[in-house]
């Protein structure tokens, strides 16, 4: 898949609550694909490791939605790590998988009507992530935006509150059993 078409659908998954590993999944989705227009909090599950709920939600954009679910259980302590996203465009798929290390992309081939695509699993193309190097990013970048030799434009107070904002109105959602809608910079 060269370049991306338009998001049709995506899916994510996340564990250990919704202000605890949930802000980096909605930091995440809301940079990959911008704020969410509305949202909807179908479901929460008391995470005993943090002692908070993880909440299950869907974010609405103009064109295409994203629900986000976890593998957490009041059952049981501790599941398993996962941070995982799987995004449908129009031309192809993107997914990160294995806790956000690696990278899977497939494009469209032709099936056996006329018109009709399927993903293309026999040429799927893989790779890591700059997870690993990620620290080393951080202390760099704010080496740089204090030595002045960079502006600070990821993770400003802004782009901060406006996640703020979708946890807030996640929680609402699920409080009030309905959808809620975002207004970019509503928090100013």
């Known amino acids: 898949m060269k370049e991306p ?3 049709l659908a995506g899916n994510a998954y996340y564990i250990k ?3 605890h590993v949930g802000i980096t999944m909605i930091d995440t989705l809301a940079s990959i694909c911008g704020y969410p227009k509305e ?3 179908f479901n929460r599950v008391w995470n005993r490791e943090v002692d908070e709920y993880t909440y299950e939600f869907i974010m ?3 064109w295409f939605n994203l629900a986000v679910k976890t593998v957490d259980s009041s059952l049981h302590r501790y599941n398993y790590h996962i941070f995982e996203i799987d995004l449908m465009f129009s031309n192809g798929r993107f997914t990160i998988n294995d806790n956000s290390r690696n990278i899977e992309t497939r494009g469209l081939r032709g099936y056996a009507y006329p018109g009709v695509n399927v993903l293309d699993d026999k040429n799927r193309e893989s790779g890591t992530t ?3 190097l990620s620290m080393l990013k951080a202390v760099e970048y704010i080496y740089q ?3 002045g030799q960079l502006d600070h434009t990821v993770n400003t107070p802004e782009f901060s509150c406006n996640n703020a904002l979708i946890i807030d109105k996640i929680v609402n959602s699920f409080d009030k ?3 809620v809608a975002i207004r970019e910079n509503e928090w100013m």
């Open 39 to 41: 949202v909807l909090a």
């Open 130 to 132: 700059q997870f690993a």
């Open 177 to 179: 059993k309905e959808k």
């Open 17 to 19: 609550g919704l202000s």
């Open 60 to 62: 609405f954009y103009d």
């Open 5 to 7: 078409g338009s998001i």
């Open 145 to 147: 935006i204090t030595t």
